[in-house]
Structure formats: structure tokens, C-alpha cells
């Protein structure tokens, strides 16, 4: 019965990630409806706090990467790529005006 439920949680969930408050609320509406035990209850706010973690940190990284596709696609370099760029260039001009 668990799996069903949480299968179904996960369905509804998609890539977005529960509330606290949320978690919270649906294990108490399973304890009063299906009669979960309050040890059965706290493993499942457990593995759904653990499953919205994953999911955030999976979101994060999704628009992470294409944030990173997008500025390639219109040619623009990362912040540390730039700052290595421009401290080469100044060594270079440095090394010229010492000649």
C-alpha cells in the first residue's frame, strides 16, 4: 500500500520539490484515513523529505545546465574564464613594456 501511495505522491510531485508543511500534512491525513502508525508515518516523512531534497538538488542542476548551454550558444564566457583571460593579458602587456 506505501508503494501505491507513494507512487502516486512521486506522479503528482513531478521535478518540484514539497514543503515541510506539505510532507507533513499529507502523513497526517494518511494516518487519520488509512490508520498509519506514527512509525510508519515518520519513515514516510522521512523518505519523502529525502526523495524533495534529491529533487531539488536534481532541478538545480538541470537549469544550471542550461544556463550553461544557452550563454555558449550566444558566445558568452563564464566570470572565471574572463578573469583568467584578462590576467594573462595584463602578464602579457607587462612582459611587453619591460622589454
Known amino acids: 500500500m506505501f508503494?501505491?501511495?507513494?507512487?502516486?505522491?512521486?506522479s503528482g510531485l513531478g521535478a518540484l520539490?514539497?514543503?515541510?508543511?506539505m510532507a507533513e500534512e499529507l502523513v497526517?491525513?494518511?494516518?487519520?484515513?488509512?490508520?498509519?502508525?506514527e512509525e510508519?508515518?515518520?519513515?514516510?516523512l522521512e523518505k519523502l523529505q529525502s526523495l524533495a531534497k534529491d529533487s531539488r538538488g536534481k532541478v538545480a542542476e538541470v537549469a544550471e545546465q542550461?544556463?550553461?548551454?544557452?550563454?555558449?550558444?550566444v558566445g558568452l564566457v563564464p566570470r572565471?574564464?574572463?578573469?583568467?583571460?584578462?590576467?594573462?593579458?595584463e602578464e602579457l602587456e607587462k612582459r611587453q613594456s619591460d622589454q
Do not use: P
Request: proline content about 0%; aromatic content about 6%; hydrophobic content about 35%.
Open 3 to 10: 508503494e501505491l501511495i507513494e507512487k502516486a505522491f512521486l
Open 17 to 21: 520539490a514539497v514543503s515541510q508543511k
Open 28 to 37: 497526517t491525513d494518511l494516518k487519520e484515513r488509512y490508520k498509519v502508525s
Open 40 to 44: 510508519e508515518g515518520k519513515v514516510l
Open 66 to 73: 542550461e544556463v550553461k548551454k544557452v550563454l555558449d550558444k
Open 80 to 89: 572565471e574564464d574572463y578573469e583568467q583571460l584578462l590576467k594573462r593579458v
